[in-house]
């Protein structure tokens, strides 16, 4: 299974963007997925999961991010507006083959490289 983010860039504070995850190698509908960051110094967290039927569930981005997915393109994105320095990091999604919300990186089965956001003051 691949995953393949792209999207990432420099951005200033205030602007949007979107991320997209590409999958290949599995039914793209079977999967969970998943967003995490990770900043420098930092553990990697949690930011957003959408379910198999579109369930969305979020952390204290809630209000500014937004997860979607499109089954026919099996690629999921994640909407990022109303950007600030503090999102600044790389960003991570993931798959995976359990059945119910998670926001723990060990639950996920499958994870892309990584796309740098970078939000300057």
């Known amino acids: 299974v691949q995953l393949v983010e792209s999207g990432g860039g420099l951005v200033q504070a205030g602007d949007s963007l979107r991320l997209s995850c590409l999958v290949s190698?599995?039914?793209?509908?079977?999967?969970?997925m998943g967003w995490f960051r990770q900043a420098p110094g930092k553990e990697r967290e949690f930011v957003a999961y959408?379910?198999?039927?579109?369930?969305t569930t979020y952390d204290s981005v809630k209000g500014r991010f937004t997860i979607s997915r499109d089954n026919a393109k099996s690629t999921v994105y994640l909407q990022m507006n109303s950007l600030k320095p503090e999102d600044t990091a790389v960003y991570y999604c993931?798959?995976?083959?359990?059945?119910?919300?998670?926001?723990?990186?060990?639950?996920?089965?499958?994870w892309g490289q990584g796309t740098q956001v970078t939000v300057s003051s």
């Open positions: 190698g599995r039914t793209f509908g079977n999967l969970v």
């Open positions: 993931a798959a995976g083959l359990f059945n119910y919300y998670s926001d723990k990186t060990d639950r996920y089965d499958y």
């Open positions: 959408i379910s198999r039927s579109g369930s």
